[in-house]
């Protein structure tokens, strides 16, 4: 019974926000830009989309290569499907789902591993560029300040992952 509500309540809550959309941006506004939408800038935008994709499957598929050979296109065809799951499935529960379809050519721990590497990575990447553009917009201090504070946020993460005070917090915190 309480999955059951808990669906209608997160559907209600996805009706209200497509509700408030069409009421603060206008469903006239929304429908006239979808409209007058250029069709020709449709293909290149599908061609770089793809490609991010394609790209972003070489990336864990080098990482995993490092440990374990894989062909080229049965990874390529396992990497799609989980990037269409997370596409629908909430969180990185999509992106991790690469472990469950590589499982029997990879060991799950191993896939698993990478694939939050290749998300640590995105990540410090995403924070740099972050920084440049702040640095870029907004100036030189605002940059030090968004710099600082993304650097004392790695650096605490490093130190709960690979400390044995943060160790003995994450099994303090986890359920056995």
């Known amino acids: ?17 497509l509700v408030a959309l069409f009421y603060f941006a206008g469903i006239h506004g929304t429908l006239t830009a979808l409209v007058s939408f250029d069709l020709p800038l449709l293909a290149p935008v599908i061609a770089l989309y793809i490609l991010t994709v394609f790209m972003s499957g070489i990336n864990v598929k080098i990482l995993l ?9 049965d990874f390529m065809k396992d990497y799609s499907a989980s990037w269409a799951a997370g596409s629908i499935l909430p969180g990185k529960v999509g992106d991790f789902s690469l472990a469950y379809l590589l499982k029997d050519r990879v060991a799950p721990a191993k896939s698993a591993g990478i694939i939050l590497l290749d998300k640590l990575i995105t990540l410090v990447i995403l924070s740099i560029a972050g920084s440049a553009c702040i640095a870029l917009f907004l100036g030189a201090w605002p940059a030090i300040i968004a710099a600082g504070s993304l650097s004392a946020l790695w650096i605490a ?20």
Do not use: H, Y
């Not at 999955?3 to 926000?17: C, P, W």
């Not at 290569?65 to 296109?73: Q, T």
């Not at 709960?160 to 056995?176: R, V």
């Open 65 to 73: 290569d490092a440990s374990s050979r894989l062909g080229f296109w």
């Open 157 to 176: 993460g490093f130190l709960l992952l690979f400390t044995d005070a943060g160790k003995k917090l994450f099994l303090k915190i986890l359920p056995q």
């Open 1 to 17: 019974m309480e999955k059951n509500s808990a669906r209608v309540l997160k559907f209600a809550a996805g009706a209200a926000l």
